[in-house]
């Protein structure tokens, strides 16, 4: 079992910049990967970012690629998500999302989900 919070989101103007994060508990051992996906009113859900538990391998979406930067710190069983040139098309509820297997994180969502963050990109 395991239980993910999100924190750090807000209102922003456009270009600004917010730290999302994500904080894992219970059974952290059997997370391999952990990611963002955020979703809009009338949009499908999208993946933002994901990480391994090594942090060697990140994806991006391409949208947010040179703006936001996804890592991690194992020791607090935290992920973090850097964002940064803020766009009105970036809010979004964001959700934290976790699982065992990389696959299942970028393939459309893992086991685990946050309860969700609101990022207001707005002047």
């Known amino acids: 079992q395991v239980q993910l919070v999100e924190s750090g989101g807000g209102l922003v103007q456009p270009g600004g910049s917010l730290r999302l994060s994500c904080a894992a508990s219970?059974?952290?051992?059997?997370?391999?990967?952990m990611g963002w996906y955020r979703q809009a009113p009338g949009r499908q859900r999208e993946l933002v970012a994901a990480?391994?538990?090594?942090?060697?391998?990140?994806n991006y979406a391409d949208s947010v690629k040179g703006r936001f930067t996804i890592s991690r710190d194992n020791a607090k069983n935290t992920v973090y998500l850097q964002m940064n040139s803020l766009k009105p098309e970036d809010t979004a509820v964001y959700f934290c999302?976790?699982?065992?297997?990389?696959?299942?994180?970028?393939?459309?969502?893992?086991?685990?989900w946050g309860q969700g963050t609101q990022v207001t990109v707005a002047s």
């Open positions: 990480i391994t538990r090594s942090g060697g391998d990140t």
């Open positions: 219970g059974s952290s051992f059997s997370i391999g990967a």
């Open positions: 999302n976790a699982d065992a297997s990389w696959r299942r994180i970028v393939a459309g969502g893992g086991r685990y």
